[in-house]
């Protein structure tokens, strides 16, 4: 019996597909939206890779969750305080970027 | 839509290296999940100590019982998250819009019963599913539906009130643990018998922080009548 | 092949594919939406691994809470950018514009 679960290697999918995401976009709310995906997938393999349900990993988890969503918030209010700064809600270096939605709706 | 791609956009050359890179991160991953052996896990240790805890419910004992260092430590994050956020600016200003009529009358069937939820649910973590986040989130969105509809919460945006909320969780859960040290005990060490009580105070005065903090964090800044 | 493992297979897939549609959307708006519906099915995850704790906390606080803090910033960026078009595009004159 090994980690090897569905649950476990949807994790791990995840962590690919936020790292992947987290660094080809330009929009710092989709960079956000890529480090919440990645913790996702970490929460999946912690507590997926086992085979009965163990509370100390869930602990683990809604700890996880919480300080996510307190990262998150903060994530987004320097969002807005570097949009208000500079004009951009990007990174100096990704300023030229396509942000894959210039014209809002 | 440009036909060729920008300068600066990262190339195939690029995005095929990390594409390269990120499936050996994946290979490198499910090969140790396949690999390594499972551990027995914690369950059985958590049910045996659990009767010594006299909380029911495994996951709230490990959060507040066995690993309540964890949790304290949380929600100081938690706290100095929101003062870090208070930190970068005024609230930004709400929407002048008025409220849609649905969400008027939604809020008057959804917030008494948020509230019933969130103590039934504080209540009923210490034997089976629920607890203080879970309870303290709850009331974060009473008042985020309260933010939303306009109107403002009598006391709930000016200092003193929305203060002292952020600060009774961490404050509490401090108090309470430097209060068992006085028989000899360690930080943390709760006293055999009151354990449960403790567990519910502490996450009692948790649930009313963690809902102002994480309203306060939709806020997204100081409110205002700052000093 | 139990029913649990195809339930349990059914939402890796969907799993996979929201996250995948939350961040390669080119409209910021359905990406924050679908990653809402990734945190609700991902909830449901939770409550078939038997971590029920996990799963209000993660539909409470990961889908509710921070897809209400997205759309708020979203909402915030969206405001600055027309004010910020609309100041542009006034001509510009001596005292009387209204905001």
Not at chain 2, 35 to 64: E, F, H, K, M, Y
Not at chain 2, 155 to 171: E, F, I, S, T, Y
Request: charged fraction near 15%; aromatic fraction near 6%; glycine fraction near 10%.
């Amino acid at each position: 019996m090994n980690g090897l679960t569905v649950f476990a290697l949807t994790g791990v999918g995840l962590l690919v597909i936020g790292l992947w995401a987290l660094v080809l976009r330009a929009h710092l709310i989709r960079k956000v939206l890529a480090l919440n995906v990645m913790g996702s997938g970490v929460f999946l393999v912690l507590v997926g890779a086992g085979a009965a349900p163990d509370p100390v990993p869930q602990a683990m988890v809604i700890t996880g969750i919480v300080v996510t969503v307190s990262a998150t918030a903060l994530a987004l209010a320097l969002v807005l305080r570097i949009d208000t700064a500079t004009g951009k809600p990007t990174l100096p270096e990704d300023r030229e970027r396509d942000l894959m939605d210039e014209h809002w709706q | 839509m440009q036909t060729e791609r920008d300068p600066c956009e990262p190339g195939v050359v690029l995005r095929g290296m990390l594409a390269v890179l990120l499936a050996c991160v994946a290979c490198g991953l499910c090969w140790l999940l396949w690999s390594a052996p499972l551990a027995p896990g914690l369950g059985d240790a958590v049910r045996a100590a659990s009767a010594q805890s006299g909380i029911a419910n495994p996951v709230t004992a490990v959060l507040l019982d066995f690993r309540g260092y964890d949790t304290l430590l949380e929600i100081a994050v938690m706290t100095s998250t929101l003062v870090g956020v208070w930190a970068l600016g005024p609230a930004p200003k709400l929407h002048e819009r008025p409220p849609s009529p649905v969400l008027l009358g939604l809020d008057s069937a959804l917030i008494p019963f948020a509230a019933v939820i969130c103590g039934y649910l504080l209540w009923v973590g210490a034997t089976r599913a629920g607890g203080a986040f879970q309870a303290g989130s709850v009331l974060a969105a009473t008042g985020v539906l309260f933010i939303l509809s306009g109107r403002r919460p009598r006391l709930g945006l000016p200092d003193a009130p929305m203060r002292w909320g952020v600060v009774l969780g961490l404050a509490t859960f401090l108090v309470v643990a430097l209060a068992v040290m006085g028989d000899g005990r360690q930080f943390l060490e709760y006293p055999p018998g009151s354990t449960k009580t403790l567990i519910l105070v502490i996450e009692a005065a948790a649930t009313v922080s963690i809902a102002v903090i994480l309203a306060g964090l939709f806020i997204g800044g100081r409110p205002d009548r700052e000093p | 092949m139990s029913a649990g493992l195809i339930l349990d297979g059914l939402l890796a897939v969907i799993l996979i594919w929201l996250a995948w549609a939350a961040l390669s959307s080119r409209d910021l708006f359905r990406a924050i939406v679908l990653f809402i519906a990734f945190g609700l099915v991902l909830s449901m995850a939770w409550a078939r691994l038997g971590a029920p704790d996990v799963a209000l906390a993660e539909a409470a606080i990961g889908a509710g809470l921070t897809g209400a803090l997205l759309l708020a910033t979203w909402g915030r960026l969206r405001r600055r950018r027309s004010s910020k078009e609309q100041s542009q595009a006034r001509p510009p004159d001596g005292g009387d514009n209204a905001d």
